[in-house]
């Protein structure tokens, strides 16, 4: 896995993390989405995500996502959190990768959208309005 080189600890050895957003330096983003999953599609949808792809969710961690989940109700309605460096550069870093593409082309059903948009150019950030350290 790539990483980035920290300097050397106190007896010479060089450290490694899996990306950025584990460095103390690095300001996170904490972003919460909502989607709307077809109410006839949710438990596809739920047995789709036991499965994600190991080269999606390698894309995923190296476009600078972290600690991704997904909350689904039983009226469809998805909830998302993400905490990276800069949502929008997520985004367009996932938005580069055939991987992507081929996972948004087969989820696209899955999404109530009258655009039939893919669900990651569905994603407006919600605002937080309450936060607890």
Same mark, same amino acid.
């Given at each position: 896995m790539?990483?980035i080189?920290? *300097?050397?600890?106190?007896?010479?050895?060089?450290?490694? #993390? *899996?990306?950025?957003?584990?460095?103390?330096?690095?300001?996170?983003?904490?972003?919460?989405?909502?989607?709307?999953?077809k109410?006839?599609?949710? $438990?596809e949808?739920? $047995?789709?995500?036991?499965? #994600?792809? *190991?080269?999606?969710? $390698?894309?995923?961690?190296?476009? =600078?996502?972290g600690?991704?989940?997904?909350?689904?109700?039983?009226? =469809?309605?998805?909830?998302?959190?993400v905490?990276?460096?800069d949502?929008q550069?997520?985004?367009d870093?996932?938005?580069a990768?055939e991987v992507?593409?081929?996972w948004?082309?087969?989820?696209?059903?899955?999404?109530?959208?009258?655009?039939?948009?893919?669900?990651?150019?569905?994603?407006? *950030?919600l $605002?937080?309005?309450?936060?607890?350290p």
């Amino acid at each position: 896995m790539r990483g980035i080189a920290l *300097p050397k600890d106190e007896i010479g050895n060089e450290d490694t #993390v *899996p990306n950025l957003m584990y460095t103390q330096k690095t300001a996170m983003q904490t972003i919460c989405f909502t989607l709307q999953v077809k109410k006839d599609r949710l $438990e596809e949808y739920k $047995e789709r995500h036991k499965h #994600v792809w *190991p080269e999606m969710q $390698e894309a995923l961690r190296q476009a =600078g996502w972290g600690h991704y989940s997904l909350f689904l109700r039983d009226d =469809g309605l998805l909830i998302g959190y993400v905490e990276t460096p800069d949502f929008q550069k997520a985004l367009d870093g996932m938005a580069a990768l055939e991987v992507n593409a081929r996972w948004q082309a087969e989820m696209r059903d899955f999404f109530e959208d009258a655009a039939g948009r893919d669900a990651d150019k569905q994603m407006q *950030p919600l $605002e937080r309005v309450f936060y607890l350290p």
